[in-house]
């Protein structure tokens, strides 16, 4: 049973510069969410794709942006990169289903370095 | 708004003795769930105990246990007969019950464990 992947593993961007992060979810999810961790800190949230669109959103500005395709996988994307986006990205998928909240499971990272 | 606090920073333990983890949460919802997830240096985040809000009994994983005090709002992680590959960041987390929408999770700073040998 594949877990949650994310690619690529790292990342190294300059300043102004876009990026796109992708993830495919745990086998039998169709929900996909997305964390940003600073170093040293615990993971926030940025936001979360259900059915193809943005269901919630954390606090984070339109430069942050996603996408979920019909596979249920997912990409962030990030534009006019920061030094302060310098983090570890990631992802978390889980099953949208009756009642029953459901498990969140994380994949790997991606770790962004911006330069 | 809900915030979730780790007041220990680090910790160490040695190996298969005990160890408690602390962690507070506030908000003014009834309906909620709680986690802790462990996140090794590896960086994989992986989830080692979760627990409903309504129910008053603790959950228990093999080694791990909490003790959840709802009034309290405090949700501590026990880890009994630690080993040396429960050296890793500790973080709790909590997310509201949408009745079956996953909710965003809300993450404390954590809590860095090593266990030595």
């Known amino acids: 049973d594949a877990g949650v992947t994310q690619s690529p593993t790292h990342l190294i961007k300059t300043r102004g510069q876009q990026v796109t992060l992708r993830c495919s979810p745990k086998?039998?999810?169709?929900?996909v969410s997305w964390y940003q961790q600073a170093l040293g800190q615990g993971p926030q949230f940025i936001f979360q794709?259900?059915?193809?669109?943005?269901?919630q959103r954390g606090n984070f500005p339109d430069r942050f942006s996603g996408h979920q395709f019909p596979n249920y996988s997912s990409e962030l994307n990030v534009n006019a990169l920061l030094l302060g986006d310098s983090a570890l990205y990631l992802c978390?998928?889980?099953?949208?289903?009756?009642?029953?909240?459901?498990?969140?499971?994380f994949g790997p990272g991606t770790r962004l370095l911006v330069l | 708004a809900q915030t979730v606090t780790q007041s220990q920073p680090e910790m160490s333990v040695q190996e298969a003795e005990t160890v408690t983890l602390s962690c507070t949460y506030d908000?003014?919802?009834?309906?909620?769930?709680l986690f802790w997830y462990k996140q090794p240096p590896s960086r994989q985040m992986i989830l080692v105990i979760r627990?409903?809000?309504?129910?008053?009994q603790n959950a228990t994983e093999n080694r791990f246990s909490v003790n959840f005090q709802k009034a309290a709002k405090s949700f501590s992680l026990k880890i009994s007969d630690s080993q040396l590959g429960d050296t890793a960041m500790y973080f709790c987390?909590?997310?509201?019950?949408?009745?079956?929408?996953?909710?965003?999770?809300?993450f404390g700073k954590g809590t860095k464990l090593s266990v030595k040998p």
């Open positions: 978390a998928s889980s099953l949208a289903q009756g009642l029953i909240q459901e498990t969140q499971y």
């Open positions: 086998s039998g999810h169709d929900t």
């Open positions: 794709y259900y059915e193809e669109e943005e269901r």
């Open positions: 908000t003014s919802e009834n309906n909620y769930y």
């Open positions: 627990q409903e809000a309504y129910k008053q």
């Open positions: 987390a909590f997310t509201l019950d949408y009745g079956g929408s996953q909710g965003n999770l809300i």
